[in-house]
């Protein structure tokens, strides 16, 4: 019987695992992931942006770990000589109406903690020169990192740690046993005396499978992006980001610097049609209908359906997503950029249609479910590590 069990082998399970394992160290622990190599997933989908904390409502857990991460996060790469870069951000209005949303996040920087500061047009054309803006926001502490990498690196941690990592094993039930949780798995029984569900796309399900109800259902939506062409690429210096839509939950269309020196552009937000549906063909019936059927993905329909149409004539006109980045950068063409990879968002829904906005970790007793860990998970990783751990008594690891 294993000490403690964590479900998952994305980046918050990994850091998670790890930091149990420096907590615990004569703790037995195993990583269960089903997929063959870990950040398969969300993780292995990723940006690669390290955020500054700078959208995220003061107090909450996303602005805590968010800042305290970007600090961290680059910490780790540079200790464990990863790929990374403190390249810095610009957020820009591009209309008279964004102003005050731009004053608005300025503000809510400096609230938490950040050194942003607001910047000119001229400004901004020394960072970024193609640029067009009526103002904008430096936020520094931002920066890419190759998050596949440091995934990599925590699982070689947590193996010289003692721990094991189990792939290509699905957990398919949870039962209580004497004092300890029995993992059903398509590879035999697992025991544990504690879990940790870091299931990401598919954390509500299996928190319903140890009997928790998280209030929340996770509900795909796809990231759809493009890429500037290599030689396109002179275009974009570090990260350019619109100002966001604050009664819209994402943070539109923007363009990433990736540590390997190609520039990303997008995401739209489109509803997948199955859970790790990163195609526009993937599909899922039963997933698909369990979403259909469920009233808080209604309500948040009909409260963002302008937002929402939009963002679906984007995902199949390239001609308006190229518009959109147009609005950021004139200069871009339809011939400038040509189709890449997909992400897949894992969004917890409440019934009344409201996004789970913060982290979101359900205690029980022999068990903890983070069933809401989205971006910005992946720069707070070590953070939320770290908070996971402060949870969990200490008799547990002994």
Same mark, same amino acid.
């Given at each position: 019987?294993?000490?403690?069990? /964590?479900?998952?082998?994305?980046?918050? $399970?990994?850091?998670?695992? &790890? &930091?149990?394992?420096?907590?615990?160290?004569?703790?037995?622990?195993?990583?269960?992931?089903?997929?063959?190599?870990?950040?398969?997933? %969300?993780?292995?989908?990723?940006?690669?942006?390290?955020?500054?904390?700078?959208?995220?409502?003061?107090?909450?857990?996303?602005?805590?770990?968010?800042?305290?991460?970007?600090?961290?996060?680059?910490?780790?790469?540079?200790?464990? @000589?990863?790929?990374?870069? *403190?390249?810095?951000?610009?957020?820009?209005?591009?209309?008279?109406?964004?102003?005050?949303?731009?004053?608005?996040?300025?503000?809510?920087?400096?609230?938490?903690?950040?050194?942003?500061?607001?910047?000119?047009?001229?400004?901004?054309?020394?960072?970024?020169?193609?640029?067009?803006?009526?103002?904008?926001?430096?936020?520094?502490?931002?920066?890419?990192?190759?998050?596949?990498?440091?995934?990599?690196?925590?699982?070689? #941690? #947590?193996?010289?740690?003692?721990?094991?990592?189990?792939?290509?094993?699905?957990?398919?039930?949870?039962?209580?046993?004497?004092?300890?949780?029995?993992?059903?798995?398509?590879?035999?029984?697992?025991?544990?005396?504690? /879990?940790?569900?870091? $299931?990401?796309?598919?954390? @509500?399900?299996?928190? %319903?499978?140890?009997?928790?109800?998280?209030?929340?259902?996770?509900?795909?939506?796809?990231?759809?992006?493009?890429?500037?062409?290599?030689?396109?690429?002179?275009?974009?210096?570090?990260?350019?980001?619109?100002?966001?839509?604050?009664?819209?939950?994402?943070?539109?269309?923007?363009?990433?610097?990736?540590?390997?020196?190609?520039?990303?552009?997008?995401?739209?937000?489109?509803?997948?049609?199955?859970?790790?549906?990163?195609?526009?063909?993937?599909?899922?019936?039963?997933?698909?209908?369990?979403?259909?059927?469920?009233?808080?993905?209604?309500?948040?329909?009909?409260?963002?359906? @302008?937002? $929402?149409?939009?963002?679906?004539?984007?995902?199949?006109?390239?001609? !308006?997503?190229?518009?959109?980045? %147009?609005?950021?950068?004139?200069?871009?063409? $339809?011939?400038?950029?040509?189709?890449?990879?997909?992400? *897949?968002? !894992?969004?917890?829904?409440? &019934?009344?249609?409201?996004?789970?906005?913060?982290?979101?970790?359900?205690?029980?007793?022999?068990?903890?479910?983070?069933?809401?860990?989205?971006?910005?998970?992946?720069?707070?990783?070590?953070?939320?590590?770290?908070? /996971?751990?402060?949870? /969990?008594?200490?008799?547990?690891?002994?």
């Amino acid at each position: 019987m294993y000490n403690f069990a /964590i479900i998952g082998g994305g980046i918050v $399970g990994l850091s998670t695992a &790890m &930091m149990l394992g420096e907590k615990f160290p004569h703790a037995s622990l195993a990583v269960i992931e089903k997929e063959r190599e870990v950040a398969y997933h %969300q993780t292995g989908h990723n940006s690669g942006v390290i955020h500054s904390g700078i959208y995220y409502k003061p107090g909450s857990f996303k602005a805590k770990f968010t800042r305290a991460g970007s600090q961290s996060m680059v910490e780790f790469c540079q200790k464990h @000589d990863l790929p990374h870069e *403190v390249c810095g951000k610009v957020i820009v209005a591009t209309k008279e109406k964004e102003l005050p949303l731009l004053d608005n996040l300025y503000k809510r920087g400096l609230e938490n903690g950040l050194k942003v500061k607001k910047i000119f047009p001229e400004e901004v054309k020394e960072k970024e020169p193609y640029v067009n803006c009526l103002a904008g926001i430096y936020v520094p502490t931002s920066g890419i990192a190759d998050y596949k990498k440091v995934c990599q690196k925590y699982a070689e #941690i #947590i193996e010289k740690q003692g721990g094991e990592i189990k792939l290509n094993t699905k957990v398919l039930q949870i039962n209580n046993g004497d004092n300890y949780k029995l993992l059903e798995t398509s590879h035999g029984e697992i025991k544990a005396k504690f /879990i940790i569900n870091c $299931g990401g796309l598919y954390s @509500d399900r299996l928190a %319903q499978l140890d009997k928790v109800n998280p209030q929340a259902k996770i509900v795909p939506f796809r990231g759809e992006y493009y890429q500037l062409t290599p030689e396109k690429r002179y275009l974009v210096k570090s990260l350019i980001y619109p100002v966001p839509n604050p009664e819209f939950p994402f943070l539109g269309v923007h363009f990433t610097k990736m540590v390997d020196g190609s520039i990303h552009a997008g995401p739209n937000a489109v509803l997948s049609l199955k859970r790790e549906g990163y195609k526009k063909t993937d599909f899922d019936l039963k997933e698909l209908a369990e979403v259909m059927a469920y009233p808080g993905f209604w309500r948040l329909a009909a409260k963002h359906a @302008d937002e $929402g149409i939009k963002e679906i004539i984007r995902s199949f006109s390239k001609a !308006a997503f190229v518009n959109s980045l %147009q609005q950021l950068i004139p200069d871009v063409t $339809g011939d400038d950029v040509i189709p890449c990879e997909a992400g *897949v968002r !894992a969004q917890a829904l409440k &019934m009344d249609g409201k996004l789970v906005e913060d982290f979101l970790i359900v205690q029980d007793q022999q068990a903890l479910h983070v069933c809401n860990a989205p971006s910005p998970a992946a720069t707070a990783s070590l953070e939320i590590g770290k908070h /996971i751990v402060a949870q /969990i008594p200490a008799t547990v690891g002994a």
